[in-house]
């Protein structure tokens, strides 16, 4: 069997992986870089920058049909599966910087060399991908993850989607069932619903979005039970079966009552875990527990030379999270003296209209750990140019310390995406809430109410 080196190898070419193999580019290493499936992994032939895509898309139909509030009539604004499919591809090959063949040019350019096949460790150096073996000095696992698929009686024989699927739909369903309602079951409700689907979302907790601020939840959730969206939670799902007409649910509600759900389709939004059974990690001795590949602080595994990084070691699924890792892992790997991994202020988004944007601690969180706290407020309907906008749902909430340090800050409305950024800014550089209270802003911005936000503040509830 022919044996290839490489200084340094790459599982997995997603935002962990391929950041980590250009950053090893750059200092001259020869890369090689396995991908089972496409460059640019989950998130980016199906995750954050397709998903994103059609978000957006949905959001430009809405606001058609909304226009009439503004005086303008748009007769229609019929959905064109197909082309709405073609542009998400265009979206997408821009993104990786062209076609396949052509990134995988610029790759090789750089001293990287992708492999494509399903790698499995043969002992702690070597690797075998596709009937051939590969080996090298070090080694960064960041092989990604895959939907977990809940255990509900007769769903696998159901048949299911997962937002892999939904990149290569040939048509949208009629109606659709979405069990989980995280962040991806969120943004998929409503954009399916936006491109005229009718729309069931089931969650087994009592509340959606369990992670985020309670009270911006409970404003989320009115705007897409507005937008047409059924929202089921605190359910149990019992049994998938098929129908003449499609697909059926039975599953039990919050009043124990046994229901029944009929949809066209059913899409998972039930979690992610790690893709590690097939890299046999057992052979080189690569410790993992609970599904997760053990690292140290400096993202070292149990063995020294192999590092991991992104979904593989669990924790925040975030792609900037991912790609931070993998640079960082890079780094340590090619060094005599390795660095701390450590993200201690990481924003996220549920990418909705309107947005639902974090960082740090919520109220829940804070009166757990018993920290006192103020709440700084400002609703969107007292900004200016929300109201010239007419988008004045939601607000800006900021929880500050008694140092007057913010500890938190959560944002519903629009732009919360860009919008929490500046706060983000102030919190890794620790600036106080004097700081924004004291920053002019240009008149009229929706950034103005961050400034507002850092001014107006009351006590936590304790």
Same mark, same amino acid.
């Given at each position: ?105 610029? $790759? *090789? #350019?750089? /001293? !990287?060399?992708?492999?494509? &096949? ?5 002992? +702690? ?98 705007? $897409? *039970? #507005?937008? /047409? !969206?059924?929202?089921?939670? &605190? ?5 998938? +079966? ?167 800050a959560h944002i519903l409305g629009d732009r919360a995406d860009d919008l929490i950024t500046p706060i983000v800014l102030a919190m890794r550089n620790n600036l106080g809430v004097e700081q924004l209270a004291s920053t002019t802003i240009q ?20």
């Amino acid at each position: 069997m022919t044996l290839t080196r490489y200084d340094l190898m790459v599982i997995g070419a997603g935002a962990a992986g391929s950041s980590a193999a250009n950053e090893a580019a750059t200092h001259g290493m020869r890369v090689g870089l396995i991908e089972r499936d496409k460059l640019g992994g989950t998130y980016l032939n199906y995750g954050c920058d397709p998903t994103k895509a059609l978000l957006h898309i949905a959001s430009i139909r809405h606001q058609a049909q909304q226009a009439t509030i503004y005086g303008i009539q748009i007769p229609s604004a019929d959905v064109d599966w197909p082309g709405i499919q073609r542009y998400v591809q265009c979206v997408i090959e821009q993104v990786r910087g062209g076609t396949p063949i052509q990134a995988r040019e610029k $790759l *090789r #350019q750089r /001293g !990287i060399e992708v492999i494509e &096949g399903e790698a499995e460790f043969i002992s +702690e150096h070597e690797m075998g991908i596709g009937g051939r073996l590969y080996e090298a000095a070090r080694i960064i696992i960041t092989a990604g993850s895959h939907t977990i698929t809940p255990p509900i009686r007769g769903l696998d024989h159901t048949g299911f989607l997962t937002n892999v699927d939904v990149m290569k739909l040939p048509q949208l369903p009629h109606s659709l069932a979405i069990i989980g309602g995280g962040p991806l079951g969120v943004e998929f409700a409503q954009m399916f619903r936006r491109f005229g689907v009718e729309v069931t979302l089931l969650e087994s907790k009592p509340t959606l979005l369990e992670h985020e601020d309670s009270e911006l939840v409970k404003l989320l959730e009115q705007v $897409l *039970r #507005q937008e /047409g !969206i059924q929202i089921e939670t &605190g359910v149990t799902l019992q049994q998938a +079966e098929l129908t003449p007409q499609g697909k059926r649910l039975r599953f039990q509600d919050t009043s124990r009552r046994q229901r029944e759900l009929d949809v066209t389709d059913i899409l998972l939004a039930t979690g992610r875990e790690p893709n590690l059974a097939p890299l046999h990690l057992e052979a080189a001795d690569v410790r993992s527990d609970n599904n997760r590949i053990l690292v140290d602080a400096t993202l070292r595994t149990s063995v020294p030379h192999i590092w991991a990084a992104g979904d593989v070691i669990g924790g925040m699924r975030l792609t900037h999270v991912a790609s931070a890792q993998g640079k960082a892992a890079a780094r340590n790997a090619l060094s005599h003296h390795p660095q701390n991994f450590n993200l201690q202020v990481v924003p996220w988004v549920i990418f909705t209209d309107p947005p639902l944007a974090h960082v740090g601690s919520t109220e829940e969180q804070l009166r757990a750990s018993g920290i006192p706290y103020r709440v700084g407020r400002t609703p969107f309907k007292e900004n200016a140019r929300a109201i010239v906008n007419g988008r004045t749902t939601g607000l800006i909430k900021l929880l500050i310390d008694e140092q007057n340090q913010v500890l938190g800050a959560h944002i519903l409305g629009d732009r919360a995406d860009d919008l929490i950024t500046p706060i983000v800014l102030a919190m890794r550089n620790n600036l106080g809430v004097e700081q924004l209270a004291s920053t002019t802003i240009q008149y009229p911005t929706l950034s103005e109410s961050v400034r507002w936000a850092s001014v107006r503040t009351t006590p936590g509830k304790g």
